[in-house]
């Protein structure tokens, strides 16, 4: 069966699909829809065990400690399991066929797009693959302010910038301008000659080339 909620909620149809010993058929574009998280509680309910994708296994044991869950890759080995078990979106279409084979029952989510994608290991929420991923691929330029009046954390490139004396970042929508970003952050560098530093980044917007 396929994920269409109209008039119903996604605990409803997996109640549904497991009365049926079906799969929910989900698609790339139905994502943070709260899948997961009703998977997670209709398990914990039944009293049914969860398996998911390998990469993802220790991350939803510590988010969903009273659900008993397992990585797709063991369940393959035990030669004797429960009646009926669930699966989350991610775990390999094979691996479900191959566990249809060797119990009663087979429910919960299959998206066949996580089969072949090379970010499924961020796409599926594993918190060391998505940290792995962010190291190798760090955002440009991060502000972080803790309340109105602290001083701002400030990320270049992955790096913390240390002894700001002046953070300015703005986008201006004015259609006219070409360049539309400005950055202008100053900070103390003792191994500079002028003893300081900035990254800069279309300092005069408004000034001749820039209109």
Known sequence: MKLELANRTIFELLKEAHAKGEMIVTNARQRRLGKTKAL???AE????PVIVRESQ???YLKKYPN???FGHAEFTYIDRL???LLCDEGVPKRTIEELKTKCHGVSGFLNESFEDSEMNAVAVNDEESILTWRKANPLLLKIELDDIDSVPHVFYKG???EKIINADFSYLTNTDLIKPTYIDIEYMDDDSELRTKAIVYNRHP???GNK
Not at 45 to 48: F, G, K
């Open 40 to 42: 997670m509680l209709f």
């Open 45 to 48: 309910i039944n009293q049914l």
């Open 57 to 59: 296994k220790r991350y």
């Open 67 to 69: 659900v008993n869950i």
């Open 82 to 84: 429960p009646l009926m």
């Open 159 to 161: 790096e913390q910038i």
């Open 206 to 208: 408004y000034e001749k």
